[in-house]
Nanobody
Framework: QVQLVESGGGLVQAGGSLRLSCAAS????????MGWYRQAPGKQRELVAS???????NYADSVKGRFTISRDKAKNTMYLQMNSLKPEDTAVYYC???????????WGQGTQVTVSS
């Protein structure tokens, strides 16, 4: 089992920055990859960024150059640094952890990010 707890969301003006954190506990050693997803009202949940155990990263086109995903293995924590935020970035952001060996994944409870124009 893996437990994920997000933090760092909030209200920010357009052009501002926020950093999200996702702390993993439980069998965190078994995590293969982690990612950040977001879901805006009336829209499907979408992948924002992901990072593998080896450090390879992937970003949605809409956030490339503005968001940076990182992972501190010693702290079992993943981060999402969000710069140059836009109103369209407003959504609930979810942390996800995948365990390829076990064929399952886990979700955090979500954290609200609101960007005002």
């Amino acid at each position: 089992q893996v437990q994920l707890v997000e933090s760092g969301g909030g209200l920010v003006q357009a052009g501002g920055s926020l950093r999200l954190s996702c702390a993993a506990s439980g069998s965190a050693f078994s995590i293969s990859a982690m990612g950040w997803y977001r879901q805006a009202p009336g829209k499907q949940r979408e992948l924002v960024a992901s990072i593998t155990r080896g450090g390879s990263t992937n970003y949605a086109d809409s956030v490339k150059g503005r968001f940076t995903i990182s992972r501190d293995k010693a702290k079992n924590t993943m981060y999402l640094q969000m710069n140059s935020l836009k109103p369209e970035d407003t959504a609930v952001y979810y942390c996800n952890a995948v365990r390829y060996y076990y064929g399952n994944d886990y979700w955090g409870q979500g954290t609200q990010v609101t960007v005002s124009s």
